[in-house]
């Protein structure tokens, strides 16, 4: 695809602040929308190049049986969702299916256990996990629950780069769709891993039935936190028959959704804003607007944990359209 000269933002550099006001990221959230995308792409040309995107590959490692009843989840025991329970993979398979998803294209790969914490015997497997992955030079990721001081430290030992733990949406509609746990458990679990040195993968989910200031003030929530969360995956509820959220859950505006992503980058403009979940419910046109608005990072392969993604032939295709390559995140630090 032909380059074009494009006005130099170089010499522009994003203020971070972490003191946004309700009314301020509502006024963003709600504003006319081409200048809410201009300005979403113009911070995210001061931090990113805008034609490439960041690439994971999820594999879950511990699959169904979780004690926390996550309204939207397929793998909570509290729902009947079909889906059969597995005990925690060997690492020696895990560390297969990470070459596979490195020769795929992936960058990093996240890990994810259907936890409600690890129990201390299952941190050596999964220390030997994250040694393994690193040494193919892949990021790596994990999402297994809430973490203590001590498990926390054990994994930044480990060389683990980063921790997802969303947040989801709100506090205040946080008990509509968790009651197991409360948006201050997660907190202290962020706090813990930022505590350790360990980069932070912290967003939410769109679709449970929250209300546009629900998003605001998710979104709100994690910029005024003391450091950004370095990535920011933004997911679209994928309706799980069997759970209570699917039963209630309305589709998702899209226009809704790529607000989000825009508040996202220009609240966070040098966070990761990844588009996560749900692209296989979404057309070409809007993933496009939502890299428009700044999303810079997806999830790639044709499995997310439980459910299908759109896979390499439609991924490759659609980059292919848009100009956009895959970061080469290797070698390069970040933060
Ligand atoms: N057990 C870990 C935890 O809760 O932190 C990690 C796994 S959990 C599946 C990770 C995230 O995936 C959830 O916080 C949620 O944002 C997202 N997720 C789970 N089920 C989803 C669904 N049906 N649709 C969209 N996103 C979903
Ligand atoms: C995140 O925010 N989304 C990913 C990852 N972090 C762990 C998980 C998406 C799960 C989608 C539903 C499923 O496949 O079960
Ligand atoms: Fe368990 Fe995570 Fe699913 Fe909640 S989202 S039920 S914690 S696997």
């Known amino acids: 695809m032909n380059t074009i000269d494009l006005p130099s933002l170089a010499e522009a550099t994003p203020t971070i602040r972490h003191d946004w006001s309700s009314s301020e990221a509502a006024a963003i959230y709600h504003a006319p929308f081409m200048d809410l995308i201009y300005r979403a792409q113009t911070i995210h040309r001061q931090s990113f190049d805008p034609n490439q995107v960041q690439c994971n590959q999820l594999l879950n490692i511990k699959t169904g049986g979780c004690a ?58 999964v220390i030997e996990m994250v040694k393994g992955v690193r040494a193919l030079g892949m990021e790596t990721c994990m999402t297994l629950g809430m973490l203590s001081d001590d498990q926390a430290r054990q994994l930044a030992e480990a060389g683990l780069d980063y921790y997802n733990h969303n947040i989801d949406t709100s506090e205040q509609f946080y008990p509509s769709v968790v ?48 450091k950004h969360p370095e990535s920011v995956p933004i997911n679209m509820l994928i309706p799980i028959a069997g759970t209570p959220i699917a039963q209630i859950a309305t589709p998702v505006d899209p226009i809704a959704f790529v607000r989000t992503i825009a508040l996202a980058r220009i ?21 496009a607007l939502c890299f428009l608005a700044g999303a810079n990072s997806i999830f790639i392969g044709d499995q997310l944990l439980t459910t ?10 659609l980059f292919d359209r848009l100009g956009i390559t895959p970061r080469d995140d290797r070698g390069v630090q970040r933060s």
């Open 267 to 287: 609240l966070m403009p040098k966070s990761d804003v990844r588009l996560a979940a749900g692209r296989t419910a979404m057309s070409d046109e809007m993933q």
């Open 179 to 226: 009651k197991t746990r409360s948006f201050g458990d997660r907190l202290d679990t962020l706090q813990r891993v930022q505590d350790a040195g360990i980069k932070v993968c912290c967003g939410g989910i769109l679709g449970l039935g929250e209300k546009p200031t629900d998003r605001v003030e998710m979104l709100r929530t994690l910029a005024n936190l003391p």
């Open 68 to 125: 926390e009843d996550c309204g939207y989840c397929s793998q909570s025991s509290h729902h009947d969702t079909a889906l059969p329970a597995s005990k925690l993979m060997d690492p020696a398979e895990v560390i297969e299916a990470a070459k596979a998803a490195r020769a795929g294209g992936a960058t990093r790969y996240c890990m994810g256990a259907a936890w409600r914490s690890p129990k201390d015997r299952d941190m050596a497997p």
């Open 308 to 317: 299908p993604n759109p896979g390499e032939d439609k991924d490759r295709n």
